[in-house]
């Protein structure tokens, strides 16, 4: 039977039909521009044509109802009928101290990922959406919450409490919560299962770098510590967020620059990152271009994202009291052998050392480390959908 994986954001919509018999992508498409002039679904359905849809879609739900035409419509579809789908994998990304694990939906689990949108006001809303149009279209077809924070539940309080004043964990639940856990468990997970290692037995660090990036210590298949924290705003540098600064410089500019709260926000999340160090762009292939032409701003930005990499990497063998496997995954991780390179010129001191040809690899799984690197450095193409697919085929099949 088939698992149709849904990925709301606040105006796209991601989609994957899988055959979980084989795990085989049936389809797949995005939705862009939702509630904007200019809507267009990219459906394509494999051994066909891809499918553009171009028309006016004015909420979530409308686009979800064309792309349920698409995957059953007779020429360009995957299926026969929506029957065929057994039930709906939803990736959301806040499930706060609740979910420590996938749940399937209900009303008391509307009602928690409701409680949430406070901790993650851009992110849960177009989640809850797409969910309720779910509802709306397949009401007989069960639905499941994937997390995006669930992996990080076991990150112990000395790493999740920051040092504020103890009362605003208890009145605003300000902690680390950690993001991308989806992605960080199945790379860890599959790190162990190609070196033929028990989890149990291994420390791993696991940098997901990509257009927002984070990196986790994962010690014996349990995240004990994440970059990201209270909001995906915290940790590494990334495309367009600061990452971590002196909170300090906050109050700084907002007076110099007499910006409101709105103002600062946009700064620190759309402005800044490796995009407002360079002032060339968010996008790393852009920045090695740039670098290569000889930017210095381009070159600093690379610099400043690879050391970050760097320091999160030797913090997490520092607090696990070792590393052993070392992932690359996500956009930059899979896809920048000079990136991979940066990251660990300079670590040789905890046992990792890089093959360069083995390291001239794009978007595959496998090992980069030579044969003195104590420490296995893996590149393994994350899949964020399988994941939020396998949890939903396994809690249905549990009812
Ligand atoms: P998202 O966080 O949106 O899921 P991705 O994981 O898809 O992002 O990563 C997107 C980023 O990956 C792009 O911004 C781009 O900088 C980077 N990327 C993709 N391909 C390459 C490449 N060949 N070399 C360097 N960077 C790349």
Redesign the pocket.
Known sequence: MNILVINCGSSSLKYQLINMKNEEVLAKGLVERIGIEGSRIKHDTIGKERYIIEEPMKDHKKALELVLNAIVDEEHGAISSLDEIKAVGHRVVHGGEEFSDSVIINDLVMKALEKNVELAPLHNPPNITGINACKELMPNTPMVAVFDTAFHQTIPAENYIYALPYEYYEKYRIRRYGFHGTSHKYVSQRAAIILDKNIDDLKIVTCHL???SSVTAVDGGKSIDTSMGFTPLEGLAM?TRCGDIDPAIIPFIMEKEKMSLEEVNRVLNKESGVLGISGVS????DL?DADEQGNERATLALQVFANDVKKYIASYAALMGGIDVLVFT???GE??PS?RERICEGLEFLGISLDKELNNV?GEETIVSDDSSKVKVMVIPTNEELVIARDTNELVNKR
């Open positions: 990509g257009n927002g495309g968010s996008d790393f292939r090695d996500a956009g930059v896809n920048s990136m794009r």
